[in-house]
């Protein structure tokens, strides 16, 4: 059964930075969209950013554009969501998500928790 686990996560000062890694286990990410999701608390889980499998493809949501940045090793079996001058506001536990468009079949982490306070 495949699996996801996110790390990194953890208290930073705002203006800080922290790297995020999604690792898969038990299947490869190659034709897998990996998303990255958060939710603050008392807020709906809300979508961060998102990179293709065919062709590397990113979105991000406003809020975050210019201060993080999704990237992808296959190899590795690993998706990384690198995030730059943090402010409270990003303050959530964050979620990967792998989602296999042809089988209409995705996958979550439990979740990493980051804070961003001084």
């Known amino acids: 059964q495949g699996q996801l686990v996110e790390s990194g996560g953890g208290l930073v000062q705002p203006g800080g930075s922290l790297r995020l890694s999604c690792a898969a286990s038990?299947?490869?990410?190659?034709?897998?969209?990996i998303g990255w999701f958060r939710q603050a608390p008392g807020k709906e889980r809300e979508g961060v950013t998102c990179i293709s499998s065919a062709d590397g493809t990113t979105h991000y949501a406003d809020a975050v554009k210019g201060r993080f940045t999704i990237s992808r090793d296959n190899a590795k079996r690993t998706a990384y969501l690198q995030m730059n001058s943090l402010k409270p506001e990003d303050t959530a536990v964050y979620y990967c998500?792998?989602?296999?468009?042809?089988?209409?079949?995705?996958?979550w982490g439990q979740g990493t928790q980051v804070t961003v306070s001084s």
């Open positions: 998500n792998a989602y296999y468009s042809a089988l209409q079949y995705d996958l």
């Open positions: 038990g299947f490869t990410l190659d034709y897998y969209d």
